[in-house]
Nanobody
Framework: QVTLVESGGGSVQPGGSLRLSCTAS????????IGWFRQTPGKEREGVSR????????LYAGSVKGRFTISRDKANNAVYLQMNSLKPEDTAVYYC???????????????????WGKGTLVTVST
């Protein structure tokens, strides 16, 4: 069975850090571009970051650039999202997904997610 699982979410104060993990079973993440998305109730899902399949090049939405870092751990079949300097507006459910097409325009990262995890909740508040 092919599954993606996100972990590492939690509650943190503004300015804090979290590292999210996306792990896979049934397939090798290294063979796919992987993206992180987030969504809050009443808002559209937002593309956060992407790491490519071929050369691990990265893209970031303008809202997180300079604060978040995506990376790949091939030994552990995982992709991470290191989130620093967190803000209340980063509060959301975060999802990872295998990625098809990608467009990146004016800081907006639009990705076609194919295989999805169930998400992990990140809450940033005092």
């Amino acid at each position: 069975q092919v599954t993606l699982v996100e972990s590492g979410g939690g509650s943190v104060q503004p300015g804090g850090s979290l590292r999210l993990s996306c792990t896979a079973s049934g397939f090798d993440l290294a063979n796919y571009a992987i993206g992180w998305f987030r969504q809050t109730p009443g808002k559209e899902r937002e593309g956060v970051s992407r790491i490519s399949r071929n050369d691990d090049s990265t893209l970031y939405a303008g809202s997180v650039k300079g604060r978040f870092t995506i990376s790949r751990d091939k030994a552990n079949n995982a992709v991470y999202l290191q989130m620093n300097s967190l803000k209340p507006e980063d509060t959301a459910v975060y999802y990872c997904a295998t990625i098809g097409g990608t467009t990146f325009t004016a800081g907006n990262l639009n990705m076609d997610g194919i295989q999805w995890g169930k998400g992990t909740l990140v809450t940033v508040s005092t």
